[in-house]
């Protein structure tokens, strides 16, 4: 399961906005330098520090980092800049987390709670009218196969890190995707040619190969997630 992002409240982020706000007036104090100073030598404007010592507004980095020169504070004020960004980023990861979460408990509350087939092939396994109901690292392993895709062309393909691609066909049989990679994985396999879309449907009724193009893979590759079928099962599939 992975893990929990922290929580960051919005009163967290604007303590550590203001406080630090209030390190720049006190290194640009120290430095006796006034606020029209501090902004010609930054290429801001008087009122944009103005409004930063006191925590109203958020600056990009680079003007910490020539604060920070200009002051002399040797890197003090591009730390706290950095420390501020990481529970900014926090707070973003916690949010989509939890819209992911609210998502997933919405589609599963809509799911029968009976087995379901999720991949459906017809009996000449011609790959004509193959559907995949619910998307797991299986079938998406199966599906870069038959349309002859390396790791990362195939994540260019989805629009989506390597690593994530890595991560489905590394962990065997994963949980189902989620609902926008389900989409994403439904119009790669329609918009696959013939030929792929017959490959990917005698791939799921193969034997074990093994693949070697995981990317970072300490043992120079594992055995792929696809399992043959047993006699007797070719026209339907149950995953």
């Known amino acids: ?52 010592e006191v925590g109203r507004q958020s600056i990009p980095r ?10 002399g504070a040797g890197g003090t004020l591009v730390e706290a800049f950095d420390a501020f960004q990481e529970l900014v980023t926090a707070r973003r990861a916690h949010q989509t987390w939890t819209v992911e979460q609210n998502r997933m408990r919405r589609h599963q509350s809509a799911v029968p709670s009976h ?21 797991s690292g299986r079938e998406a392993l199966a599906l870069r ?7 990362q062309a195939f994540a260019e393909r989805l629009r989506v890190a390597t690593a994530i691609v890595v991560q489905w066909e590394n962990l065997g049989q994963p949980a189902s995707l989620g609902l926008d990679m389900q989409a994403a994985l439904d119009d790669a396999l329609k918009l696959a040619g013939q030929d792929a879309r017959t490959r990917f449907a005698k791939i799921l009724h193969m034997p074990p190969m093994r693949s070697n193009d995981h990317a970072g893979s300490p043992d ?8 043959p079928l047993r006699r007797g099962e070719e026209s339907q599939a149950m995953w």
């Open 145 to 151: 196969e038959a349309m002859r895709l390396s790791v």
């Open 1 to 52: 399961m992975d893990a929990v992002p922290a929580l960051v409240t919005p009163g967290q982020i604007y303590e550590a906005q203001r406080e630090l706000g209030r390190r720049l007036a006190d290194w640009r104090k120290a430095a006796g330098m006034t606020q029209v100073a501090l902004a010609e030598r930054t290429a801001y404007s008087r009122s944009a520090v103005a409004s930063v």
């Open 62 to 71: 680079g003007f910490w980092e020539r604060a920070d020169r200009e002051l």
């Open 220 to 227: 120079g590759g594992r055995y792929a997630t696809v399992t």
């Open 115 to 135: 087995p379901q087939q999720t991949v459906t092939i017809e009996p000449a396994v011609c790959g004509c009218a193959i559907t995949v109901a619910r998307w």
